[in-house]
């Protein structure tokens, strides 16, 4: 089983919908999570990082519900610049190592 | 400037060829890494290191070499290129607190 599994998408949303993606870990000893974002052929940039008690970042919302070992991103009022690649990363608890694990990613196209 | 950089951006070489990627940075940290990444595949870890001398595999290390020169240079080397290594290539760093990972731009490498 994967460490992280995410539905690849794609999404296609209009320009002000709110969108969803979804994420699923599979080691309980998981610590940190975070979301990264992806533009097409270039480097993955950290969108925020997902704290317990869930967290806002303007537009953008990240909760986590550890029992399930589920993480998910909401995206409001969507713009075509959130047109990207949408990666969930998880960090084991424990670990000395600061390895990520990284889901496959989900694609978002916003369209006018 | 950007904080992690990556040489060459892009490279075409021939089956058998010995490559060098290289990777810079200045955010001073001691953890770095490097990735792969192919379409529908997402990241995989090749290499990565906590400090100057410390050095570890990753999941599909075969094939693959590398350097930690300095605590901000970290090169990747394909010894004997074949075209399954045609990837993008990207470098990372961490931030022993958070766990975040900080990546370079990428080198998008083609193994004819």
């Known amino acids: 089983r994967k460490e992280v599994e995410q539905d690849p998408g794609p999404f296609n949303v209009p320009e002000g919908a709110t969108v969803a993606f979804n994420c699923t870990y599979s080691n309980s000893a998981s610590q940190s999570f975070f979301w990264y974002r992806q533009d097409c052929r270039k480097e993955p940039k950290l969108l925020m990082s997902?704290?317990?008690s869930g967290n806002e970042d303007g537009r953008f919302t990240a909760q986590l519900n550890r029992a399930s070992q589920y993480i998910s991103l909401l995206i409001r009022d969507s713009k075509l610049s959130d047109s990207a690649t949408y990666l969930c990363v998880v960090n084991r608890r424990g670990s000395t190592l600061g390895r990520l694990y990284f889901g496959r990613g989900t694609q978002l196209t916003v369209w006018p | 400037d950007a904080d992690v950089t990556q040489t060459p951006r892009n490279r075409i070489t021939k089956t058998g060829k010995r490559i060098m990627l290289e990777c810079s940075q200045t955010?001073?940290?001691?953890?770095m890494y490097w990735y792969r990444q192919d379409p529908g595949l997402g990241l995989r870890l090749i290499y990565y290191?906590?400090?100057?001398?410390?050095?570890n595999k990753g999941e599909i290390s075969d094939g693959y070499s590398v350097s930690r020169q300095a605590q901000a240079k970290f090169s990747l080397s394909l010894e004997s290129a074949i075209p399954n290594q045609t990837a993008l290539y990207f470098c990372a760093t961490s931030d022993l607190v958070t766990g975040m990972q900080y990546f370079g731009p990428g080198t998008r490498l083609t193994v004819l």
């Open positions: 955010k001073g940290h001691d953890r």
């Open positions: 997902v704290y317990s």
């Open positions: 290191s906590f400090d100057v001398k410390d050095i």
